[in-house]
T-cell receptor, first 111, second 111 residues
Framework: NAGVTQTPKFQVLKTGQSMTLQCAQDMNHEYMSWYRQDPGMGLRLIHYSVGAGITDQGEVPNGYNVSRSTTEDFPLRLLSAAPSQTSVYFC??????????FGSGTQLSVL | RKEVEQDPGPFNVPEGATVAFNCTYSNSASQSFFWYRQDCRKEPKLLMSVYSSGNEDGRFTAQLNRASQYISLLIRDSKLSDSATYLCVVNRDNYGQNFVFGPGTRLSVLP
């Protein structure tokens, strides 16, 4: 019972590099989302998707792109990494009664 | 002012103590409410949903006061394993697209 699988767990980038954080869920959930978590702040929504082919911006979308070609996958792309994007990233899908299921997180450092 | 605010913490309590966490939210149109638990360097996990009539799950009791826009979580007979950060989460709509997370309150239960 995999749930939400998120990779990689750790990543170090140099300023200006690009990368993709992978997220997959096997629960057939329509809603998926990406959050970042910074010290002293709550999780902040980056982008979300309510189904394949449909994405929308959250609270802090700048510098990130997403796509949703299948129900299962929702990758997050950093186009040109900046030190301000150093954070812990969580992918989540939403089940019944509004319950969010999270991936195990990616700790990203941008130097 | 943050949309969801919580006691700043940390709370350090002895085993067996009763501890209460408070949360306030500013958006009166918020529809649903949750408490999540997050262990150090782990993903958040749903602890319990919060219903208008109040609800209990074992040692945990959640209360909601819509008029005061206030949510609480009471933990009775604290265990060492309750040590974690507790996140108050508010959903602005019933479609699950607008979860807003509080910054969390850290609890340490001491032997």
């Amino acid at each position: 019972n995999a749930g939400v699988t998120q990779t990689p767990k750790f990543q170090v980038l140099k300023t200006g590099q690009s990368m993709t954080l992978q997220c997959a869920q096997d629960m057939n959930h329509e809603y998926m989302s990406w959050y970042r978590q910074d010290p002293g702040m709550g999780l902040r929504l980056i982008h979300y998707s309510v189904g394949a082919g449909i994405t929308d911006q959250g609270e802090v979308p700048n510098g990130y792109n997403v796509s949703r070609s299948t129900t299962e996958d929702f990758p997050l792309r950093l186009l040109s990494a900046a030190p301000s994007q150093t954070s812990v990233y969580f992918c989540a899908s939403r089940g019944d009664a509004g319950k969010l299921f999270f991936g195990s997180g990616t700790q990203l450092s941008v130097l | 002012r943050k949309e969801v605010e919580q006691d700043p913490g940390p709370f350090n309590v002895p085993e067996g103590a009763t501890v209460a966490f408070n949360c306030t939210y500013s958006n009166s149109a918020s529809q649903s409410f949750f408490w999540y638990r997050q262990d150090c360097r782990k993903e958040p996990k749903l602890l319990m949903s919060v219903y208008s009539s109040g609800n209990e799950d074992g040692r945990f009791t959640a209360q909601l006061n819509r008029a005061s826009q206030y949510i609480s979580l009471l933990i009775r007979d604290s265990k060492l394993s309750d040590s974690a950060t507790y996140l108050c989460v508010v959903n602005r709509d019933n479609y699950g697209q607008n979860f807003v997370f509080g910054p969390g309150t850290r609890l340490s239960v001491l032997p």
